[in-house]
């Protein structure tokens, strides 16, 4: 199993920003995809994962600003995200979830700096 994750850069407070990530290889049905972040000198930490029936699963503090969703056809998530702030600035990494076993992309930066 692949993950390419797109959409990171440089955006300024209160902005928006959307993340892609594909998938490709062996993907079994009723897996678990979704979006972890890691903040220079922090852990990495849920955003938000979408199961294959649509069931989603939110970090509390970013659920009023982020969405997540998929397209199954291209075993593709998606993260929308608004209203930046500073904060938000991590590498984000897609997972794919199925079975016992994670796999993880390579995560995209996403900056907010004024």
């Known amino acids: 199993v692949q993950l390419q994750a797109s959409g990171g850069g440089l955006v300024q407070p209160g902005g928006s920003l959307r993340l892609s990530c594909a998938a490709s290889g062996s993907i079994f049905v009723g897996n678990v995809m979704g979006w972890y972040r890691q903040a220079p000198g922090k852990q990495r930490e849920l955003v938000a994962t979408?199961?294959?029936?649509?069931?989603?699963n939110y970090a509390d503090s970013l659920k009023s600003r982020f969405t997540i969703s998929r397209a199954y056809t291209v075993n593709t998530v998606n993260l929308q995200m608004s209203d930046l702030k500073p904060e938000d600035t991590a590498v984000y990494y897609c997972?794919?979830?199925?079975?016992?076993?994670?796999?993880w992309g390579q995560g995209t930066k996403v900056t907010v700096s004024s």
């Open positions: 997972i794919l979830r199925q079975g016992d076993q994670d796999y």
């Open positions: 979408i199961t294959s029936g649509r069931y989603t």
